[in-house]
């Protein structure tokens, strides 16, 4: 009911910036969270950064804190991720997903969630 396109990725220098953007179509599920995870090559797949639909509460793991800002643009049905002091750490697969409905004592960085974009690249070189 709900399909992503994330755009954005391609290469940054060290210190650099990008934004990633993860467009929905569908339904706009209104107690959702949508989320983006990263996968580097040889690593398991890790939390990013997570944001109730309605409200924007946001959440992030702690390796981005602080550099990473998730937001969301309702009238688009777009949220997107501002990389902001790019390490050469950040650099891998960058996945958004939604849980369509977020209840208390969901683990927003775990999961389940049930749907997820095809993932854009992001290459970051010192």
């Known amino acids: 009911q709900v399909q992503l396109v994330e755009s954005g990725g391609g290469l940054a220098q060290a210190g650099g910036s990008l934004r990633l953007s993860c467009a929905a179509s569908?339904?706009?599920?209104?107690?959702?969270?949508r989320g983006w995870f990263r996968q580097a090559p040889g690593k398991e797949r890790e939390f990013v950064a997570a944001?109730?639909?309605?409200?924007?509460?946001?959440w992030y793991a702690d390796s981005v804190k602080g550099r990473f800002t998730i937001v969301r643009d309702t009238g688009k049905n777009t949220m997107y991720l501002q990389m902001n002091s790019l390490e050469p750490e950040d650099t891998a697969v960058y996945y958004c997903?939604?849980?369509?409905?977020?209840?208390?004592?969901?683990?927003?960085?775990?999961?389940?969630?049930?749907?997820w974009g095809q993932g854009t690249h992001v290459s970051v070189s010192s």
């Open positions: 997903a939604v849980k369509a409905v977020y209840y208390s004592g969901y683990d927003l960085s775990r999961g389940p969630y049930e749907y």
């Open positions: 569908g339904h706009t599920f209104s107690n959702s969270v």
């Open positions: 944001i109730r639909w309605s409200g924007g509460r946001t």
